[in-house]
């Protein structure tokens, strides 16, 4: 492995309190009522996720990442960047990764602007990414998914126009018309903070990160599929004249430490299960929205689907995804091996799992913070020192 | 058991307008009539064929739909009249009969109310295109596609032969690429909000039919239509859904009718 290691961690701040019926819908995104939204507890909630993502900077993470979703209980940050400027002030040392708003559900000029708002605020400490935004999105947003990735694509053009051309500059599109794009602010870093696409591995959007010399935030792909993506992305952008670096292909990976591998998965199974069983239970025609997806790849995705959206084996799960739970020394030895076979230096970590109580994630962080994240650090130096000699 | 084809009886050809492949069905000899069908193109035509004893049936694919190619480059109602101003250009086609079935109805009425001069007969069948306030047209793009089938007839035996007995990865496959040339075309609205302001163009004489228990898009919409149409008669047929054409000869005979 080569360069600085680098952790990052990511909430996804979902709604736990969910009702005993709630195994009675089939699915808890987009139709999932939102009468069982209860206020006074989505506060505790909050309270308790921004001092989470507060304290994986304390004990040493670079970077935390939030995310955006809508009408569902798997997620309270329907506006990411609100979270990312409650949260600047707070965090002292880590990165703030916006992962992101779909440019899509936003104007263009606006998301650069707010961009460049958290940018200048962190004292250029934002990243940003570009997600297409999951089909769930496009059922409960007003924009076409059968159009979806040209759009997709003008708006990600509009931005990076706002943020590398002096302006006022013009851009007559074929989604929208700017007569004067001339968005105050900018953004502190320059030319603009380090971009991403978002994705599950889709040829769309593994083109497009190539096309733009992005980097590629892939979310919960198998691990045969993450190897591909990695290997077609850095292909890919080559023929685009861009060299992708092993940090712009955050791994995701579900992590719990304990201090034995029997007490790791004792703690952390029910939550991995309520991840997968309840907070990512949703229904093939939410997920694929009419002419979201190609029909190559819908029938691809048929198949995945029912394994990563609602049935549970744990065995399956650690089969087919990243999952490291175990003690500090495996869950190094796990992140190495993977890291190196996918070729990232670059951890998303996904230790908030699920339903998890504040002590676990908290103990999970503490791990990661005290075992983990220096000893992968002195190995990673290390291994450079002797490739410089 | 192979599923029947949902094509037989009926001459294939293929036409590029346009850079789009463009498949034609046809039949029989005589004037022209044409049939625009629905966004559902899996249940056929065989309904059609007592057409072809009088006329020259000519059923073409919607691009995106059945066995035409796709044009992504077709974003509205507007791009498909123009792409059927090519294609019967390409046909030899000028003056003809022009029968159109839900969203082909919808089609059907804009292409008339364009070019009415060449529409001497317009039959609507259970057609889309009005938002219907009152009595609202269903929204076929938010529901589940397993669904839809069982939801448009009234006697589900008339179509169980078209649909496949388990998954069938292809048939869905087919279905999806249906449904999103639907929602390139429909998604932000699943009706034309200024239809009913140019329906007095269709000046020709109009029948409109429907099955009494259309669950998609309610028979009551046949007086809407009729409000705006200057000469228009309603057919409504007992015991059938929306797909009316497949479930009753007696509406197909109406039409053949009609059309005479």
Redesign the interface.
Known sequence: MSGNVRFDFMHFMPYVHLPENQKDYKSLWVDFPNKYYDPQKGHALYQRYLAELIFADKVGFDAVVVNEHHNTSYSMMAAPSLVAAAIIPQIKNAKICVWGTPPNLEYPNRLAEEYAMLDVMSEGRLEVAFPLGTGMEYWANPINPATARERHRESIDIILQAWTQDGPTTYYGDFYTYRYLNPWPRPYQKPHPPCYIVGTGSPETVELAAKLGFGYSSVFVTKQRALELNQNLRRLAAEHGHHIRPEQLPLQVITYVAETKEKAEEEAIEHIRFFFEDALRTTPTFLAPPGYLSVAELKKRAALADKLHGAFNFDNINESFFVAVGTADQVVEQLEEWGARVGTNHFNILGAIGNMPHWKVVKNLTYLGQDVIPRMRARAASERRVAAE | MARPDPLAGFERQTHTINGVKTAVLTAGRGEPLVFFHGAGTWHGFNFARPWAEKYRVIIPFHPGFGESGDDPGL?DMHDYVMHYLDLFDALGVDKLRLVGFSLGGWLAAKFAMEHGRRVERLVLVGPAGLRGKTRPTGDV?????EQIPALLVSNFDVIKPYLPEGPD?DF???R??E??????LL??HPYDKKLSRYLHRLTMPTLLVWGEDDRLIPAAQAEIWRSFIPKADIQIFKGAGHLVLDEKREAVDAVQRFLS
Not at chain 2, 141 to 145: A, F, I, N, R, V
Not at chain 2, 179 to 184: F, I, V, W
Request: no cysteine.
């Open positions: 974003s793009l938010s529901l589940p596609p990865l869905m496959g087919d999806y690429r449904g999103g040339t639907l929602a390139r998604w932000e």
